[in-house]
């Protein structure tokens, strides 16, 4: 709850404040090296040539403006042991207005230089970054949105504190393979871990300019005596706006009842300070007033390291000499309060550093902006879900429960949609968020689906953290062995913890007994594949295969080029060996899926036409292609043929919606030049085959064009070469298995060990000639087969696995991964509860963790 409350607060305080700190920032950023800039804009006038003689002293200097403007009064001059520097003479302000006239004077002859350019918009520069150049109101937001600042900064350190501490990457890396949502989320919180620092300190300092309390506060805090007038002691600008003094100007080189003796006075400076990169003389400002020298130790630590001398102007006696070096801490840190907000306190690197970060401002509010709609999108979208999702009958629990945990919005929305499927299906559901569930409410559910984000390096979402803390963090309850529960995991795999949170989750919920209706779901960045995957799960949850995707494949052009029969004469579905050939180059890695899109037989859509009395010749287009009526229908769902009689073509195929597609394992490499299937032809009720396979494996004609997708499953991908390898499959699951060996052949890796169940030997033995000569060269160091039906007494792989625990165990010791694929019912959980029987249930989830127990089950 309380780190839901700062992610509010954060995201509201930063979309209201964002733009004045944006522009705040970026004026900021412009003014770090004002000087900098003048004098490399006014060469002549803010620098000059360095001549072969002696500049002027402040005396000579003094007389010769003087003489060069009578009427005006001089208040100070600065001078600076940089012979390239002009001097700098302050005049009083004329008549009206507090600020006087400040112009560069030629070091070597007193001539005065010409006006410098750019100090009008550095000037403006500095009113836009005080207070928005709008006054008093503008200074409020200002002084109010620096207060955000500090809270924005604070809060987002909280929100984003890793899990692992001490690993800098998880601070300060970005990695730019990141897209989308999760690039924006790095650059906001990882670039905002970089200049947290320097926004606190600039924060902090600069509240100074915005409120007198705040202003009072620190003299006060720091034991420094408050100044007759706003301003930090020793910060009087050394740059523009030098006119302003305090009482009555004198005329001309200060007329005063008796004159000043200048020349003795600066010698006397001279013999106290023992040298200076930058002194300012300033003249008495009335009677009895002493002669100022503000200056700087020839290698001051910071530009506003100030020292201040006051001599009597008639006998030039030292009256006071304050070092910045002498200073107690709590003085030298408000003479340096400046340079502090600057980043000049800390050299060059922290004028840059602060400098960057200033410029780095309006970044903040793109980004925060730009997550803020995007996750606002997702939240609308989510609610025009829900809002046509039925509510369950009353008087009875939910057949299925729907948990999301959503940091962004878009787990939220997918739980929705998952919602809505199953409900079109017949199912009731509930959708409620994670956190929100408890202990009873997960022990009365039957079936369960649970659809997580994970934020960060492996962490729950904001909404979730309570759930974990409440409910998965109790060792013994609840006990959940009456719930069946599906899991879709969204993440980034670009995060060591892919997917962290939905990982633990699925861990705790087997822990707690509950069993899995299919494996866990990862989903990296949105794929659409993964989503069509779950989208599988969902229809064969709900008994229906034939809904349309959410997101149709991109579907690259193939061609059939082999279909075999393998298993002739068995008592099990015919199982074919297919080989497709790519139009176009194409890659994957073994453990792949390949996405097919199916067609209805040529029969089937002759038949529909007829009776939707169109004719299936006309041209329509489609996807940006054009093709025959008869071709749309093909690759479509078959809608009523009342629904599209008396129809144009176009507009009958515009009602049309694709075929959803159909999942299959590769059982080959890239360098075989053939993507291998091994398809098993499914039948319905009316004896027909199914869709996908009866297109596949009867209809489709060789050489006929094939729509197929690869998708990448990097969940189930190879092992390191030099780890042993255990492969454990049965029947078509053969496919996803011969692909790894393969593989591992072609890499000399090994050793590798085989475990493979089907029914008979003599008509089931896939690949049986291959297999053989993998056990002949040592690619496979062992062969285990377990045929079901060759025996009285049923045998299945999980038998075999059993029957040799003993090896098991050490090749497990020795590293080894194991790697199921195949059927989820039946095969799937007997190999697991096998694996838990012989190595221990820890030992199960933390080769899962380690990513050394893998499963490609459906």
């Known amino acids: 709850m309380v780190k839901w409350i700062w992610f509010q607060s954060h995201w509201l305080l930063g979309i209201t404040a964002g733009l004045v700190l944006a522009v705040v920032g970026f004026t900021g950023g412009m003014l770090s090296f004002e000087d900098e800039i003048l004098r490399a804009l006014n060469p002549g006038v803010m620098t000059v040539a360095a001549r072969d003689r002696a500049v002027l002293s402040p005396a000579e200097l003094i007389a010769a403006v003087a003489a060069a403007e009578p009427e005006k009064r001089i208040q100070a001059v600065t001078v600076h042991a940089d012979r390239t520097r002009a001097a700098r003479v302050s005049f009083a302000a004329a008549g009206r207005g507090p600020r006087g006239e400040t112009r560069y004077a030629d070091p070597y002859d007193g001539r005065l230089l010409g006006h410098p350019r750019g100090e009008d918009v550095m000037r403006m520069t500095m009113q836009i970054h005080r207070w928005l150049a709008a006054g008093d109101v503008g200074k409020q937001i200002v002084g109010a949105s620096t207060v955000v600042l500090v809270v924005l900064a604070l809060s987002g350190l909280y929100l984003r504190w890793p899990r692992r501490v001490a690993d800098w990457r998880a601070w300060f890396r970005i990695d730019f393979a990141h897209k989308g949502r999760s690039f924006l989320w790095a650059l906001h919180s990882v670039i905002g871990t970089w200049v947290l620092v320097p926004y606190v300190i600039m924060s902090l300092t600069g509240l100074y300019w915005s409120y007198e309390w705040y202003r009072n506060g620190l003299f006060d805090l720091t034991g420094t005596p408050r100044p007759a007038s706003f301003g930090p002691p020793g910060m009087q600008q050394q740059g523009q706006g030098q006119g302003q003094s305090q009482g009555q100007p004198q005329r001309g080189a200060g007329a005063a009842a008796a004159p000043i003796d200048i020349a003795a006075l600066w010698a006397r400076f001279l013999t106290e300070a023992g040298g200076y990169s930058q002194a300012t003389l300033r003249l008495p400002a009335g009677p009895g007033q002493p002669v100022q020298v503000m200056y700087q130790d020839p290698d001051p630590p910071h530009e506003r390291a100030n020292n201040t001398l006051a001599l009597d102007p008639r006998t030039g006696e030292v009256r006071s000499h304050r070092r910045y070096a002498a200073l107690p801490p709590g003085q030298k840190f408000m003479a340096s309060i400046f340079v502090l907000h600057s980043g000049g306190f800390f050299g060059i690197g922290g004028l840059v550093l602060f400098m960057l970060s200033s410029l780095l401002m309006p970044l903040f509010a793109i980004t925060g902006w730009m997550l803020y709609l995007d996750r606002r999108a997702k939240r609308r979208a989510a609610r025009s879900l829900a809002r046509g999702l039925a509510a369950p009958a009353a008087g009875g629990s939910p057949e299925v429960l729907v948990a999301f945990a959503s940091q962004s919005g878009a787990a939220e929305r997918v739980a929705w949609r998952s919602a809505r499927m199953l409900q079109e299906a017949g199912i009731p559901v509930a959708v409620e968020p994670l956190g929100r569930l408890d202990a009873g409410r997960l022990a009365r559910a039957e079936r369960a689906l649970f659809v997580v984000s994970t934020f960060g390096d492996g962490e729950p979402p904001d909404g979730a953290r309570g759930f974990e803390r409440r409910v998965m963090a109790k060792a013994a309850e609840p006990r959940l062995p009456g719930l069946r529960y599906g899991l879709l995991a969204l993440g980034d795999s670009q995060y060591e913890r892919f997917c962290g949170f939905g990982h633990s989750l ?27 995957h779950w989208q599988h799960h969902l229809g064969a949850l709900g008994g229906k295969a034939g809904l349309p995707d959410w997101t149709a494949p991109a ?5 059939l080029v082999e279909r075999r029969l393998l298993n002739p004469g068995s008592s099990g579905g015919p199982c074919y060996h297919l080989s497709l050939e790519p139009v176009e180059a194409a890659q994957w890695s073994a453990g792949d899926i390949a996405e097919i899109g199916p067609c209805h037989p040529p029969a089937a859509v002759a038949a529909f036409l007829a009776e939707a009395g169109l004719d299936g010749s006309r041209p329509v287009a489609r996807g940006g292609r054009t093709l025959t009526l008869a071709e749309a229908v093909a690759e479509s769902l078959l809608p009523l043929p009342e629904d599209l009689a008396g129809l144009a073509p176009q507009q009958a195929a515009d009602r049309l919606a694709p075929l959803p597609s159909r999942e299959y394992s590769i059982a080959s490499l890239p360098a075989d030049g053939r993507l291998d299937l091994l398809v098993r032809q499914a039948v319905r009720e009316d004896g027909t085959p199914g869709v996908g396979s ?18 990448e499953n990097p969940s189930f991908h190879g092992p390191a070469p030099d780890r042993p390898l255990i492969l454990i499959g049965n029947g078509t699951g053969l496919a996803g298995l011969r692909a790894h060996l393969k593989a591992r052949a072609a890499a000399g890796a090994g050793p590798n060990w085989l475990v493979f169940g089907e029914r008979q030997a003599a008509c089931d033995f896939h690949h049986r000639a291959e297999i053989e000569a993998w056990l002949a060269d040592g690619t496979l160091a062992r062969l285990d087969l377990a045929f079901s039906r060759d025996q009285a007494r049923r045998l299945y792989v999980q038998h ?14 020795d590293g080894a991964a194991i790697y199921v694929c195949g059927s989820l019912a039946g095969m799937a959980p007997g190999v697991e509860a096998t694996l838990v029987e012989i190595l221990g249930a820890a030992t199960v989830e933390r080769l899962a963790d380690e990513g050394r127990y893998r499963r490609d089950v459906y």
């Open 506 to 532: 699925d861990h705790w919920l087997r822990r707690q007994g509950a069993a899995p209706l299919f494996d866990l779901v990862e989903v990296d960045r949105s794929d659409d594949g993964a989503l069509r």
């Open 694 to 711: 009866g297109w596949l494996t009867a209809h489709a004609a060789l050489g006929a064009e094939i729509a197929l997708r690869i998708r």
């Open 555 to 559: 579907y690259g052009r193939w061609r």
């Open 800 to 813: 075999r696995l059993a029957a040799a625990a003993e090896t098991l165990r050490a090749w497990v010791a």
